[in-house]
């Protein structure tokens, strides 16, 4: 079973760039939600996407967007990137393709540690 | 709004003590998780509580959720360095699977 997959591991950026985040979700999953995690902080929910849809959203502002495709894999970008950014990005998934019960357990991938000068 | 407080944040314990982190949420919430992170790691999933006076044991560590009081705690038992890491839980509202994370708890273990 493959687990979930982010790339790239690290990135530097200016203030006002765009950047884009990959996730490919653990196989069996259909469901792949996002975290902000700041240094010495909890992680904090952006979004989730489910069937292609989003399906919920933390207190972020509207230049971070999302996509899933239909191989469940997601997207994130965040425009007119702030200092504020810099944090480290967590994308996990969940759920199981052909609506089976589960628990809820998100599966967290290691994770993007954006850096905004 | 869910909100999810855990204390205390930064826990240093000889190694063979036994001590509680707690965990308390301000609404209701339908499923309780308990995750480990490693310096400059991801999360680890530890446990899952989905009821009231649930109760899970994996080695040293015990889980266990109070709906009532709106409060879980994670016990451990005759620490070890190993288990040495930052432990969040997480809640959620009722019928999402958008997680609440708790501030984190900062564990260090002295040999």
């Known amino acids: 079973e493959t687990g979930v997959t982010q790339s790239p591991t690290h990135l530097i950026k200016t203030r006002g760039q765009q950047v884009t985040l990959r996730c490919s979700s653990q196989s069996g999953h259909n469901t792949v939600s996002w975290y902000q995690q700041a240094l010495g902080q909890g992680p904090q929910f952006i979004f989730q996407y489910y069937r292609e849809e989003e399906n919920g959203r933390g207190n972020f502002p509207p230049r971070f967007s999302g996509l899933q495709f239909p191989n469940y894999s997601s997207e994130l970008n965040v425009n007119a990137l702030e200092l504020d950014d810099s944090a480290l990005y967590l994308c996990?998934?969940?759920?199981?393709?052909?609506?089976?019960?589960?628990?809820?357990?998100?599966?967290f991938g290691p994770g993007t540690r954006l850096t905004v000068l | 709004e869910l909100k999810v407080e855990q204390n205390p944040l930064f826990l240093s314990m000889q190694e063979g003590k036994n001590y509680t982190i707690y965990c308390n949420y301000s609404?209701?919430?339908?499923?309780l998780y308990w995750y480990r992170q490693d310096p400059g790691k991801s999360l680890e999933s530890l446990f899952v509580l989905l009821s009231n006076g649930a109760v899970k044991q994996e080695g040293r560590l015990m889980a266990s959720l109070d709906t009532k009081a709106r409060l879980s705690t994670l016990h451990i038992t005759a620490a070890v360095h190993d288990l040495s890491a930052t432990y969040f839980c997480a809640a959620t509202t009722s019928g999402t699977y958008k997680y609440i994370f708790g501030t984190g708890t900062r564990l260090k273990v002295l040999a």
């Open positions: 609404t209701t919430s339908d499923r």
């Open positions: 996990a998934s969940c759920g199981r393709v052909g609506g089976a019960r589960f628990d809820g357990t998100q599966y």
